[in-house]
């Protein structure tokens, strides 16, 4: 069982996520947040696989705590956005969020999203997630970026990865692009994130884009 905490402090939204979660067999909602402080209380307190984060939330918001839970190792998060591609996102993705996912996304999409985090793939949809990469290689720097010596811990093959990651690439494109077994895509993947210190696919692919890989 994927057992998940629903942070979103719209009532109506969050019940109706709830109600789509518990209709998979798979699926356990082990508790629900109305804001950000009661999130990460509850993710200390639960431990759950997976937290469904809403980016604007009263008291502490949705960056702040993923930071948080990212921080503290205490579950993955799928951020939840109207897409406004604002500094929360962007935030998002500097704190360690594993994925995103628009608020109107149908039931089955979600669910499907909600299963991919849980087995390590953070890039939910490459659509959104390579337009995401995108906006955000294309801001103004406003303070230094990484240094590209961070790369050297990296073979040939991992930078290979690092860059279809970059360029919002799902493990199976990636297969396809560097003729390679699935399962050995994921292994480069999990290797290059433990030597960068990355908590995330998605941080990977920030890294990719800011260092022009």
């Known amino acids: 069982m994927i057992r998940v905490l629903v942070a979103e402090d719209q009532s109506a939204v969050r019940a109706g996520l709830v109600l789509i ?12 947040a109305a804001d950000g402080e009661q999130a990460v209380a509850l993710a200390r307190e639960l431990r759950p696989d997976l937290v469904l984060m809403d980016v604007q939330m009263p ?32 935030g998002a993705l500097r704190a360690g969020a594993c994925g ?10 979600l669910l499907e999203a909600v299963r991919t985090v849980a ?3 953070g890039l939910i949809s490459p ?23 961070i790369l050297d811990v990296l073979t040939r093959r991992e930078r290979e990865v690092l860059s279809c990651l970059g360029r919002g690439m799902s493990n199976a494109e990636i297969a396809a692009r560097l003729d390679m077994a699935e399962a050995t895509v994921k292994t480069h993947v999990s290797r290059l994130l433990g030597k960068l210190e990355l908590r995330s696919r998605v941080q990977a692919a920030v890294l990719a884009q800011e260092l022009g890989v």
């Open 119 to 121: 087995r390590g793939e």
């Open 21 to 32: 979660l518990r209709s998979a067999p798979d699926i356990d909602v082990v508790g629900e």
């Open 59 to 90: 008291r502490l918001d949705g960056v702040s705590a993923t930071r948080r839970v990212v921080a503290e190792n205490l579950a993955d998060v799928l951020v939840l956005t109207t897409f406004d591609l604002d500094e929360y996102v962007f």
């Open 100 to 109: 995103f996912l628009l608020k109107n996304t149908e039931a089955r999409q």
């Open 127 to 149: 659509a959104v997630t390579r337009r995401l990469i995108a906006e955000f290689a294309a801001k103004p720097v406003r303070e230094p970026g990484p240094d590209p010596v």
